[in-house]
Structures are given as C-alpha cells and as structure tokens.
C-alpha cells in the first residue's frame, strides 16, 4: 500500500516537472551566442554557483548586451554557416581548409568585424538545418547559397543582406539527347536536390507549362550525379552556377558531353542571411560585403588599395584614411582591411567561379556601371 | 567425440597430391563438377576484375591526396601535434590495461596452480590482423614520414604500458588506475580541460584510490573511513588541480574525419552500456514506477529510426534543455545515440537476466544475499556472459550508424568523402575508389571488434565448466 502511495507521488512529481519545462519550452527559441564553446575551452571548469546564475536569470537575448556584434568580438570569432560540398562556392581542400566564393565573404565579414580574416569558424550546415541554425543561435551568419525569399525573410526568422550572387535555375541534359527546351523534357525523370527552391520551382514550371514529368529527389549531389551520369534520369536541374561547374568536372572526367539549356527559369539571388532582430549586426556584415562591390567600382584591388593616393574625397571617405566613421560600428579602415585581406567582389569572383567555368562580364553579377546588379548604396 | 569414432582413411590428409586434391574436392561427383566448372571461371573473373580496380585502374589519388583530411577532417592543422600526442597517449592507456590483465590472468593461474597460456606475438596479430592492415594500408597510402613515426610512437608506448605487469600484485587496481587515467588523459590533449571534464578524472582517481589502497592492516570500520578519506582527497586534489591548469584544447565540435567516427562511437558504446544495464534492471524492478518509467523509456526509443532521434536531437533537444545551455551538434548527436543503443542494450540484457534460472536467485536469498549483492555477484555476470554476441553487434552496429551523422553534415569517416568529391580534381572521378577505401576502414574496425568478441566468448565460456 505504501508503495504504492510513493509510486503515485513520483508520478505526480514527473509529471508537475514536466508541466513546468514544457513552459518555459516556449521561451527557448533565442540561445544566447555569448555562452559558447570557445569560450568554455579556455576558462577554468565552472564552480557551482556561476552555474546556478545561469540557471537562474533568464536567458538574455543577444539585442540586450549589446548584440551579436559584442558577442562576435567577444568570441573574436565569427560563426559562419556554410556548405562545405558546393564546388565553386564552399569546398574542403586536401589541407582540410575551407576555400570558395561563400567562404570569403565568410572572411570578408569577419575581416571587417573584427579585421582578421581568419577570425571565422565555419560550421557545415544542410540545406534542411540551415534556419534552425540561424534560428538558435548556432551561427551568427548564414553564407551558404540561399536564396533570397519572401517566405524565409517571413518565417524563418531571417533577414537578407546585399545579394552577393545573381544566380537563376536551369536545366542540364546530355547533349546527346539533343533536348534544348524543357518541352522536350515531357514524361522525363528529371533530378533536383530536396528541401531546395529548385525543387518547389521545377514543379512549378513544369506544372504552369503542363507539361508531366517525374522529379526523382537527392538527398545531396553525391549520389545526384551519378544517378544522372548513369541515365537514371534524363535531366538535372539547379542553379545554373552548379550546373556549369558539374558539366566542366563530367566532361573533363571523360563522361558524357553535356548541354545547358539556355534558359534560365527562376530567380535565384543568393545571399548572406542574419537572424531578425538585430539591426546593428545586420549593418555590420552588410557593409562589409558592400565594401568589396564598392571597391570594385572604385577600381580598388587587394594590390593597390594600401597605397591609393589619389585625392577622390569619396575614396578617402571609403579608405577611412580622413577618420570618417559613419557608425557602422566598424573601424574606419574596416574596407581596406576586407579588400587587402580577401579582395574586392572582382577578385573573388575570378580567384573561386570563374575555375568552374562561370563568367563575370555581361552576368548578373557584373557592376553596374556594366549592366549588371552589382550595386552598392553610396558610402558617405 | 564424433572425430574419434572416424576411420583416419576418411579424414583429408595433408599429404595427398595436389591432383588427388583436386579431384576429391572439386570433382567429386557429376553434379559438383557441373559446378565447379560453371562458377570457377566466373570466381577467376571476379578475382581479375576486383585486382584490375584494386592495382591497376583505380585512381586512388583521391585517397592518398586527401588521406589527412579521412584521418581527421577539418581539425586545424596547427594542432596536429594534439591528435599525434593523442594516439600515443591511448596507445600507453591499452599497453598498460593489456600489461595488468595479464597480470591479472598469471595471478589467477597461479593461485589456481595451473600452466600460464602464454601468449605469442603472433595470437597478438591474428587476433587484430584486420586493424594492422588497415594501419599498414594507410602507411602504403602516406607520403609523408609522419604517419610511420607516430605509429612507432605509438608502438613504443604501448611496449612502455606493457610494463605494468610488473605492479605488484598487492597494487593491481593501480595499474586499472593508470590505464583509466591515460584513456582521459588521451581524450583531454585533444580536447584540453573543457567545462566539468575533470569530474571525470576526479571519479577516476577517487574510484583508484579508493580501491588500490584498502588499509588491511587497520581493522574493520576504521579502514573503511581511511579509503573514504583518501578517495575525497583525490577528488579534491584534481579539483584543485584542474581549476589552477588552464589548458585550452580543439573541442570536438570541430573534430572530423575517423577521428570523430572513433570518438563518437566509442563514447556512444561505453556510455550506453551501464546505461542501458540500469534499464534492464529497471524493468525488471518490483518498484512499479521504475518498472513504468524504464518500459516507456525502451519502447519509446526502441519504436523510432536512429535517423530521426539524430533529426530530433538537432532540432528538439535545444528546446528542452533550460535556456542558456547551447549543446553542439556533436553533442547532440552523441546524446542521440546513446540513448538508442541503451535502449537496445536494456532489451538485450533483459534477455540474458530471463535466461537465468529463478532457482540462481532462490539460492543467493536463501544464502541470505541481499538483493544488490545477489545482482551484481550471481544474476548479472551470467546473464551478461549469455548475451555477449547479441551486445558486441549492437555496438559494431552503433560503429557503423554513427556514418548517418554525415547527414546532419558532421563530417565523419563517410562523410568526408563528399568534401573529397567537392574538389576540383575528384568532382567526377573515384567515387568508387573512396566508397572501398571507407569501406574497408569501416570493416577492419567492426570486424576487430567481432573477432574480439568470439574471443571473450570462448574465454568465458572456460569458466563455466
């Protein structure tokens, strides 16, 4: 009897517990980015009464200390989330470093931040975890080729910076099929990478346009292109800017000659993304971004920027070298470090997506001065 | 029995001619000629095929360009010298555990009063051939002299371990003391002393103390206290000590490559065990709510994939820790699959405690046993003995689901191999040259660990008589 009384009391207990977690539950979305792994490397193990402090104040939202830009320099590294396996864009070289277009304006950001390029810790995100990354705190930044969407700066706590890079969705085929519009693709298994816009868009084209057909989903491009490479689906499509790098490596491998079609049915403007709430961040690594476009149009170039000496006041305003501060929270010289480090947008342009057989003259992604998007809001 | 009974004519000699051989094996009748006339040469094809890829047409520069980052991903490579350091740390951790086993083993042998088995260098490489080619695999792969220095360190210090057998017998749990201390110690180089890390060495210390000095000459209670109070001074010291020594590490959220692959499933299987232990026990309790609450925590667990416990662990757990507490990705998935395995290890072990007889438990209470005694002296060594391969697959099955954090883009073992097919030069080449080499890493672990189990199982069942 008495037993059983205990055991029923126990009961009561996990369950009032439960009830009382499930309450705070609500709250938890904001981790704060102060209290990381870095920092728990370095200080001594914690005594039991720090640790009853964190139990018991509130978690503090990263806006009301100061934000994500303090807890950056505090850490003196930037979180980047990013795709490690995306040629062109993020990749791991033999060395186990980090290299691409994505990657740099990574560095780009924490060169102008906290002016070291190599301030950044890249953390490896799927496309699906990518938000939920943002979302909690894991990452101070998202560089990872997302696409700019209405429903992600909705719902998904996000907010879009300058695009970096104008991309669009295509369609790959062999060339020996002799496919040229998607018309030709009618009743075709064609192959996209789930959780991806490419994959809403597909449907959605080829749905308005009637024409029937079969996607087949990947999980990732290492088991997309060889089911594509060995027939089992007769087009691929995504962005155009992967296409052209996975054309290049197939025919260079000896595979089978490829055709891009040429058109382009999507928008895909990619960008950086910050999480909403935090405008002072969101400044900060815009800005920084925008520093290589402006740089680009100043003509200034990792090579020539420290010893500019002409006297174009807006120049001199954009060096710093008049200690012009417009109150970004970044140092007045935050461009020259971020060109002279990693380079303008030209640079890395050529250095990461020109190698997989993307052009930048008559893009997109040209300046605008040359009838491209590239813009960048004056700096005065 | 059955062997004595045959007439030595119809045992295959050794000395028959390879022609009789020949005959006697392959041809022995119509039928299996038939057979063996139709599957010798598709055997011989395959045999030339898989040698064709293995020596002549595989492009294994995708392996051994990129053979640093399988070992260990994107770990910076300013703090190799970390994971080197490790590897020859944890080699002296098992050197000096293999030294004081067989000290162990020549005690009881001699108390029993029987010959010692001695062990040749040879048992030795039979018993882990599988590791030793892959060792000696990736030394065919390196190009640099490093990998062949670190496994003569590692060597070495496993020779230095070894030495532990000469601990005398009376200090016996100081050598377990040692080689428990070594494994942390191997895991701190890396990791250095992160957060509450030193609770670990603290338990270490005070469970060696506690047990490696018994105080036999002092009577009684009196003893007691004194292993108490040696066994708090350890705790306290290494408290101490750990709070004065800062030393900043590589946490392994930023581990990769095999070297997380071990780590991970390692820590995964040794945290899962007691776990799960305590579970079966739980289940089996005559307290309902224990009962209750363990059941529920088994099928709960036990109803739902891996992949989605890792899916929830990333996405769930985050909002059912208290506010503040940020866990890595890593830690998250380790979480994960600890508590996957535990639940499986509950069921297993459930299955060996039923197999014991009620009359094993009548007998320990009418010796007057209490209960936790009677467990941990009758019920559980037998039951454990009884389930040893059913265990022992669960873990080599936890080693290989641990490939499923590649999903999660933690970039283990497996999952290195997508950065690799990301670079420039392998974006459409060797996908199968990789997908082998991974496999074989893969294979010379989870065989090992199945070789080792056969091992325990025969040794085991010597005791039973």
Redesign the interface.
């Known amino acids: 009897m008495q037993r059983r009384l205990l055991a029923l009391l126990a009961v009561l207990a996990l369950v009032a517990a439960a009830c009382t977690t499930g309450d705070t539950a609500d709250t938890v979305p904001v981790t704060d980015g102060g209290a990381d792994d870095t920092s728990a490397d370095t200080t001594p193990p914690d005594t039991g009464d720090t640790d009853e402090t964190t139990d018991t104040t509130p978690a503090v939202l990263p806006q009301d200390e100061g934000g994500i830009l303090a807890a950056v320099r505090d850490r003196g590294a930037v979180r980047c989330g990013v795709n490690d396996v995306l040629p062109g864009f993020g990749i791991v070289d033999e060395n186990g470093e980090y290299s691409g277009f994505d990657i740099d304006f990574c560095r780009v950001v924490a060169a102008g931040v906290l002016g070291d390029p190599d301030a950044v810790e890249f953390v490896p995100l799927t496309a699906e975890a990518r938000f939920t990354a943002l979302q909690g705190g894991e990452i101070d930044v998202l560089i990872r080729n997302t696409t700019w969407t209405a429903t992600r700066d909705g719902q998904e706590g996000a907010t879009f910076l300058h695009t970096t890079f104008y991309d669009g969705q295509g369609m790959m085929v062999p060339a020996s099929t002799g496919f040229t519009t998607l018309e030709d693709l009618a009743d075709a298994t064609i192959c996209v990478l789930q959780g991806t816009t490419t994959e809403l868009n597909l449907t959605a084209v080829f749905n308005a346009r009637g024409i029937p057909f079969n996607p087949m989903t990947h999980a990732d491009n290492e088991t997309l292109q060889p089911a594509y490479e060995s027939g089992q689906c007769e087009g691929w499509t995504s962005d155009v800017s992967q296409l052209t790098a996975f054309k290049a490596s197939i025919e260079e491998a000896g595979g089978e000659e490829q055709y891009i079609m040429a058109e382009v049915f999507s928008k895909e403007p990619l960008g950086p993304a910050v999480p909403d709430g935090d405008s002072a961040w969101a400044q900060a690594v815009d800005w920084s971004i925008l520093a290589t476009i402006q740089a680009w149009e100043f003509g200034l170039t990792s090579e020539n920027i420290g010893s500019y000496d002409g006297d174009d006041p807006n120049i001199l305003n954009f060096l710093g070298t008049d200690g012009f501060d417009p109150g970004l929270g970044l140092a007045p010289d935050f461009a020259v470090t971020i060109v002279e480090s990693v380079g303008n947008y030209q640079e890395i342009f050529e250095r990461h997506l020109a190698p997989i057989g993307l052009e930048l003259e008559g893009s997109p992604n040209d300046l605008w001065t040359n009838g491209g998007l590239m813009y960048a809001p004056p700096y005065r | 029995m059955t062997a004595s009974t045959l007439k030595p004519s119809t045992l295959p000699s050794a000395t028959t001619s390879p022609l009789a051989w020949v005959r006697s094996r392959l041809f022995p009748n119509v039928r299996s000629g038939i057979l063996t006339i139709v599957l010798a040469p598709l055997l011989v094809y395959a045999a030339y095929r898989a040698a064709l890829f293995l020596f002549v047409n595989g492009r294994w520069e995708a392996v051994t ?2 053979l ?2 399988f070992m ?6 300013d703090q190799q010298w970390r994971i080197v350091a490790q590897i020859v740390v944890l080699a002296l951790a098992f050197g000096i555990g293999a030294g004081t086993a067989s000290a162990v083993r020549a005690d009881v042998a001699k108390e029993a009063g029987l010959a010692l088995p001695r062990q040749s260098p040879l048992s030795v490489i039979r018993r882990f051939w599988s590791l030793i080619a892959f060792v000696l695999l990736l030394l065919y792969f390196a190009s640099t002299a490093t990998p062949w220095l670190v496994v003569a360190g590692a060597v070495a210090a496993f020779l230095v371990g070894t030495l532990a057998r000469f601990i005398p017998t009376s200090l016996r749990n100081l050598g377990w003391t040692l080689a428990a201390l070594a494994l942390v110690a191997g895991f701190q180089v890396v990791s ?7 609770i670990v060495t603290a338990i270490v210390l005070a469970a060696g103390a506690w047990s490696t000095f018994k105080f036999e000459n002092v009577e009684g209670r009196r003893a007691l206290l004194y292993r108490a109070l040696v066994a708090v001074a350890a705790w306290v010291v290494t ?1 101490l000590a ?5 030393y ?4 392994w ?1 930023y581990w990769s490559g095999l070297h997380l692959t071990l780590w991970v499933s390692s820590l995964a299987i040794v945290l899962s065990f007691p776990l799960g232990l305590l579970l079966a026990l739980a289940r089996r309790s005559t ?3 224990l009962r209750w609450l363990s059941t529920g925590f088994i099928e709960l667990i036990r109803g739902v994939p891996l992949i989605t416990l890792l899916f929830m662990g ?2 769930i757990l ?9 866990l ?2 890593i830690s998250r998935a380790i979480t994960a699959m600890t508590l996957f395995t535990a639940a499986y290890v509950a069921e297993i072990v459930r299955g060996g405690l039923q197999s014991i007889p009620y009359g094993q438990t009548e007998a320990a209470l009418a010796l007057g046993l209490p209960t936790g005694k009677m467990m941990r002296l009758i019920i559980v060594p037998q039951a454990l003995r009884a389930v040893i391969p059913a265990l022992v697959g669960q873990f080599i099955s936890i080693f290989k689901d641990s490939s499923l954090l590649y ?5 283990e073992f497996l999952g290195v ?3 690799v ?4 030069d392998f ?3 060797a ?1 199968a040259e990789t997908l082998v080499f991974v496999a074989i890493g893969y294979w010379a672990f989870a065989y090992a660990m199945s070789k080792e189990s056969q091992r325990l199982e025969v040794r085991l069942r010597a005791g039973r008589r």
Request: hydrophobic share 35%.
């Open positions: 360009r990129n640093t980052l260990q991903g994107t770990y910076p490579r250095g002393t992160v957060g509450y890390s030193w408290y750990y709070t004065q020594l800062v900043p590490g590589v946490g959220d307290l309902p709510v990333q996405y985050g909002f059912m820790l208290p506010q503040g507490t940020n890595s990705s999903i999660l883009a933690i970039n191999r997508s950065l097919h990301a670079q420039a974006r459409a080449v996908h």
